[in-house]
T-cell receptor, first 116, second 115 residues
Framework: AQSVAQPEDQVNVAEGNPLTVKCTYS??????LFWYVQYPNRGLQFLLK??????LVKGSYGFEAEFNKSQTSFHLKKPSALVSDSALYFC??????????????FGTGTQLKVEL | KAGVTQTPRYLIKTRGQQVTLSCSPI?????VSWYQQTPGQGLQFLFE???????NKGNFPGRFSGRQFSNSRSEMNVSTLELGDSALYLC??????????????FGNGTRLTVT
């Protein structure tokens, strides 16, 4: 079975400071990893994905994520946070060995709050 | 390109009733997935359809069902509603058939309240 852990319910950061939202995963094979963001009363919006290759993945709105196979982590980062980045962030995983299909397992979400 | 469209946005139903939610995927997308989002359980996978066939199913009771039409539009149905079915129901479409490496594109959801 595949699973995702987001250990922090909330992360607070000052605008202009770097931010990190943590994610660890568990799959039996190699993972497909995704980050999504959700604004109030909206659906999830795709930020970035790791499929294979370079461990540093760049995505939308200046976000990036670092894949670490030995630590089974996929932390989301941004060098300089904006107040508009305040939202709920979800990490998701899919096991490549899972066969066909798009079933994703999501973490519990991390609320990011960026303050002036 | 238009995004994923879910209708209606809000629904209020009474226990015991049934409800049908609709989802129109992005044009050209043949995979449609449904997720339930609640504060207590988070995001949980309901089922996925591809070319009118259910390809994956989550751990939900048989009261939850779905289907996909030849134009890729999908509906999900919940019968005999319970209070615990109150949730945001999210539909997502994807462009790839079986690789699973394409991101899901989500609609804004249908907020179901059961009283």
């Amino acid at each position: 079975a595949q699973s995702v852990a987001q250990p922090e319910d909330q992360v607070n950061v000052a605008e202009g400071n770097p931010l990190t939202v943590k994610c660890t995963y568990s799959v039996s094979g190699n993972p497909y990893l995704f980050w999504y963001v959700q604004y109030p009363n909206r659906g999830l919006q795709f930020l970035l994905k790791y499929i294979t290759g370079d461990n540093l993945v760049k995505g939308s709105y200046g976000f990036e994520a670092e894949f670490n196979k030995s630590q089974t982590s996929f932390h989301l980062k941004k060098p300089s946070a904006l107040v508009s980045d305040s939202a709920l962030y979800f990490c998701a995983v899919r096991d490549k060995k899972g066969g066909g299909g798009n079933k994703l397992t999501f973490g519990t979400g991390t609320q990011l709050k960026v303050e002036l | 390109k238009a995004g994923v469209t879910q209708t209606p946005r809000y629904l209020i139903k009474t226990r015991g009733q049934q409800v049908t939610l609709s989802c129109s995927p992005i044009s050209g997308h043949r995979s449609v997935s449904w997720y339930q989002q609640t504060p207590g359980q988070g995001l949980q996978f309901l089922f996925e359809y591809f070319s009118e066939t259910q390809r994956n199913k989550g751990n939900f009771p048989g009261r939850f069902s779905g289907r996909q039409f030849s134009n890729s539009r999908s509906e999900m149905n919940v019968s005999t509603l319970e209070l615990g079915d109150s949730a945001l129901y999210l539909c997502a479409s994807s462009s790839r058939d079986a690789a699973g490496d394409s991101p899901l594109h989500f609609g804004n959801g249908t907020r179901l309240t059961v009283t």
